[in-house]
């Protein structure tokens, strides 16, 4: 079992870090946040209806979304609690900040030793 399992893990692994070096990441997310932003000043509804639709889903679908875009639906989710306005909009914000530095590429970022 070693034998299937080792060569998946390195070869996901090896995988999604070329995608975060290279940007690929980083562009999906800022697409997201962008689109998430949008959704905000534009229609609030939409992202209503987005986490309404994600709670739709059975719980293993849900999962693997959380899972795969956490820090969007992370902040779908705040979006959806009854916060105050102004605190839901700066963790709303932080998450997306937070979330696009984290997956700056190497060229783009500081330099790393």
């Not at 893990?9 to 995988?15: F, K, Q, R, S, T």
């Not at 870090?17 to 932003?37: E, M, R, S």
Request: hydrophobic share 60%; charged share 10%; no cysteine.
């Amino acid at each position: 079992m070693e034998r299937v399992i080792d060569p998946l893990a390195n070869g996901l692994g090896n995988g999604i870090g070329w995608l975060a070096d290279h940007g690929v990441l980083f562009a999906v997310f800022a697409v997201l946040w962008v689109g998430f932003i949008g959704a905000l000043v534009v229609s609030h509804g939409s992202l209503d209806q987005a986490w309404d639709t994600l709670r739709s889903w059975p719980p293993a679908i849900q999962a693997v979304v959380w899972l795969l875009f956490l820090p969007v639906v992370g902040g779908l989710w705040v979006w959806e609690t009854a916060w105050p306005f102004l605190t839901r909009i700066i963790v709303v914000l932080a998450l997306a900040w937070f979330n696009l530095i984290v997956l700056l590429p190497k060229a783009a970022g500081p330099a790393r030793p």
